[in-house]
């Protein structure tokens, strides 16, 4: 292997080169040169650096993630409060200065028609009634006046009779 295989790949394939790069002295120890060895340390500075700014720019972005959520959280619940101001006002009507429920509402209305309906019924068979009794008595006012009347020409044609018969018989007296 060649001492620019040790620059290139993943942190591990690099140790991994290194190690393979490197004498053995004993069976536990192994002599790796300097400069391979200082290639391998600016690789690992290098990649923790890389990782640190990596880290920093992540907290960076959870925290106005977090900004971003807390912000969108009280956008919902104002959003929420007006909605449930919204339905409250389009699930009411106002009456006479009084809020009321659309089923209580309707109820009130529909309850004031049919009492206006009951009453026009009930104006219209008294009205009914009262124009079949002045019928009526406008009948029985009428045969009253025939019988009257009637009654009247009898009473004067007897008045008139009895006054002959008192004529005549003041004629025969005086003859």
Known sequence: MLPYAIQEGTLNEQFNNLINLSRSQDVDFKLIRKTNLEIIRK??????????KEITTLKTNSSSSTGTINTLRDSVTTLDAALQAEQHKTNSISFLGIDFSKGSYHTVVWSIIIVFILAFLVTLASFRKAKVDTDEHKKTAEQ???ELQ????KSLEKEQQLKRQLLDEQMKRNS
């Open 43 to 52: 690789n690992v500075l290098d990649s923790i650096s890389l990782y640190q």
């Open 144 to 146: 009253l006046q025939e």
């Open 150 to 153: 009637t009654l009247r020409k």
